[in-house]
């Protein structure tokens, strides 16, 4: 029998994690087109509310119930407005690992939500459901991934060279793919003590395929 992720919702002082629904539809697709979204993962562009709304019905709970992953919504505690998505993919129940990776809104970032919802969804994982490893993959160059990834108490672990795609604007406007290095960060129950003391600052980008 194939493990799945438990529909729930997780709060913090400044943010609810809670199942996506269709109401999160027109924010989901506002956010996903975003210039940064758009340069350091490879999620489609332009994207569409169709897009968005098949992703949410069908994509999510396949996900889910196939035992591969789980989205998140991230939200403001007070205006219940989308901050953000956290995803987790590439799920092993044996060795019981699993792949974070998240998109902070443009609105939203400097407040240091990617790192208070990437260190909920982590004590989450490591705690309730006795996870023993998470990965994260942050490109070369995306600095603010690196730095959120530090702060929630991840070790790097090394880098894999020429292993993702990012994206630049070429002079007429589109989208050109560039190969980069991805650098690999873990987080064992070991390494959440004393994580999340100081969360501010930087949102970054990881991995979204």
């Known amino acids: 029998m194939t493990s799945t992720f438990p529909n729930i919702s997780i709060s913090t002082e400044r943010l609810v994690l809670r199942p996506l629904d269709e109401d999160d539809v027109p924010a989901l697709a506002e956010m996903m087109n975003d210039e940064q979204v758009a340069a350091w993962t490879s999620v489609?562009?332009?994207?569409?509310e169709d897009a968005a709304r098949r992703w949410i019905t069908e994509g999510v709970p396949a996900e889910r119930l196939a035992g591969r992953g789980y989205d998140l919504?991230?939200?403001?505690?007070?205006?219940?407005?989308?901050?953000?998505?956290?995803r987790l993919a590439r799920t092993n129940w044996h060795?019981?690992?699993?792949?974070?990776?998240?998109?902070?809104a443009p609105?939203?970032?400097?407040?240091g939500y990617a790192s208070e919802a990437a260190l909920a969804t982590a004590q989450w994982l490591l705690g309730d459901q006795k996870f023993e490893r998470i990965e994260l993959r942050t490109a070369a160059d995306n600095t603010a991934a690196q730095q959120v990834a530090q702060k929630i108490g991840c070790?790097?672990?090394?880098?894999?060279?020429n292993?993702?795609?990012v994206h630049v604007r070429t002079e007429d406007g589109t989208w050109a793919d560039v190969r980069?290095?991805?650098?690999?960060?873990?987080?064992?129950p070991e390494d959440l003590e004393g994580a999340g003391e100081e969360l501010a600052g930087s949102d970054g980008f990881t991995s979204w395929n």
Do not use: H
């Open 107 to 111: 609105w939203a970032r400097g407040e």
């Open 44 to 48: 489609p562009q332009p994207y569409s």
């Open 163 to 165: 292993a993702c795609i």
């Open 73 to 86: 919504a991230v939200t403001e505690f007070l205006t219940q407005r989308l901050v953000g998505v956290v």
């Open 155 to 161: 070790i790097s672990e090394g880098v894999l060279r």
């Open 180 to 188: 980069s290095d991805y650098i690999v960060w873990s987080l064992l």
């Open 95 to 104: 060795i019981r690992s699993t792949e974070l990776s998240y998109i902070i």
